[in-house]
């Protein structure tokens, strides 16, 4: 006797596919850049070892803590709450301990990384979406400067224009050859232009004539109000 087996569809509640979009977004810029953070330094633990044990288990333990870190970031997502830091710091200065962070564990074959942070102006309330948004483009643009640049200057600026909150994260790293990056480019760029675009805004990345790259955002300051 053959039986035969009668799958129903799953249904899925509403909202289901943003709530999923909105999930993978955060893992990738959320515990991506935190991760991507503690493997450099675990690279920098490596050669540290050898010449100054002091100093290794020192980075071990803010390795340690920066994982917990994590684990905690993991489960606000799980809960669809808002990153830590924000809340601890406020943006300006959650990027600045993120830069901070990640520019003291650039492999020694790519050379010093400095990250300034500038704002122009005077930056007015944020809503939470803009906030979070602007710190998630931040932060993914630091990791893939970090990673892939070469880059011994970083500048990320913010300011407050028509309506906007705009973001622009400037390297002098090797750049794209004088060419404009592709409007479909790897995860960590869709990812970008597809916040940006979730709260009406948009995001641009290109080349600077005297070497580098630029990425830009504009967030309007109305989303989420």
Same mark, same amino acid.
């Given at each position: 006797?053959?039986?035969?087996?009668?799958?129903?569809?799953?249904?899925?509640?509403?909202?289901?596919?943003?709530?999923?979009?909105?999930?993978?977004?955060?893992?990738?810029?959320?515990?991506?850049?935190?991760?991507?953070?503690?493997?450099?330094?675990? *690279?920098? #633990?490596?050669? %540290?070892? =050898? $010449?100054?044990? &002091?100093?290794?288990?020192? +980075?071990?333990?803010?390795? /340690?803590?920066?994982?917990?870190?994590?684990?905690?970031?993991?489960?606000?997502?799980?809960?669809?709450?808002?990153?830590?830091?924000?809340?601890?710091?406020?943006?300006?200065?959650?990027?600045? *301990?993120? #830069?901070?962070? %990640?520019? =003291? $564990?650039?492999? &020694?074959?790519?050379?010093? +990384?400095?990250?300034?942070? /500038?704002?122009?102006?005077?930056?007015?309330?944020?809503?939470?979406?803009?906030?979070?948004?602007?710190?998630?483009?931040?932060?993914?643009?630091?990791?893939?400067?970090?990673?892939?640049?070469?880059?011994?200057?970083?500048?990320?600026?913010?300011?407050?224009?028509?309506?906007?909150?705009?973001?622009?994260?400037?390297?002098?790293?090797?750049?794209?050859?004088?060419?404009?990056?592709?409007?479909?480019?790897?995860?960590?760029?869709?990812?970008?232009?597809?916040?940006?675009?979730?709260?009406?805004?948009?995001?641009?990345?290109?080349?600077?004539?005297?070497?580098?790259?630029?990425?830009?955002?504009?967030?309007?300051?109305?989303?989420?109000?």
């Amino acid at each position: 006797m053959r039986r035969t087996f009668v799958v129903a569809d799953c249904i899925r509640p509403a909202g289901y596919e943003d709530r999923l979009k909105r999930v993978l977004h955060d893992l990738h810029d959320g515990l991506g850049p935190t991760l991507t953070a503690a493997v450099l330094g675990l *690279r920098a #633990a490596r050669d %540290l070892v =050898g $010449r100054d044990r &002091a100093a290794t288990e020192h +980075l071990l333990g803010r390795l /340690e803590d920066e994982l917990y870190g994590a684990i905690t970031d993991l489960r606000r997502i799980v809960a669809d709450a808002r990153p830590p830091a924000l809340d601890e710091a406020g943006l300006v200065l959650a990027v600045r *301990r993120y #830069a901070a962070t %990640l520019t =003291g $564990r650039v492999p &020694a074959e790519h050379g010093p +990384l400095r990250v300034d942070v /500038e704002v122009r102006g005077e930056l007015p309330p944020l809503s939470a979406e803009v906030e979070v948004t602007a710190y998630r483009i931040i932060r993914e643009a630091l990791v893939n400067v970090a990673r892939h640049s070469g880059a011994r200057q970083c500048t990320v600026h913010l300011w407050p224009l028509d309506g906007d909150l705009h973001v622009e994260i400037v390297d002098d790293g090797v750049g794209t050859d004088g060419e404009a990056l592709p409007t479909v480019g790897g995860t960590g760029l869709r990812s970008m232009r597809e916040r940006a675009g979730d709260l009406g805004g948009g995001c641009r990345v290109e080349p600077v004539s005297s070497g580098g790259t630029r990425i830009a955002a504009w967030l309007p300051l109305a989303a989420g109000k």
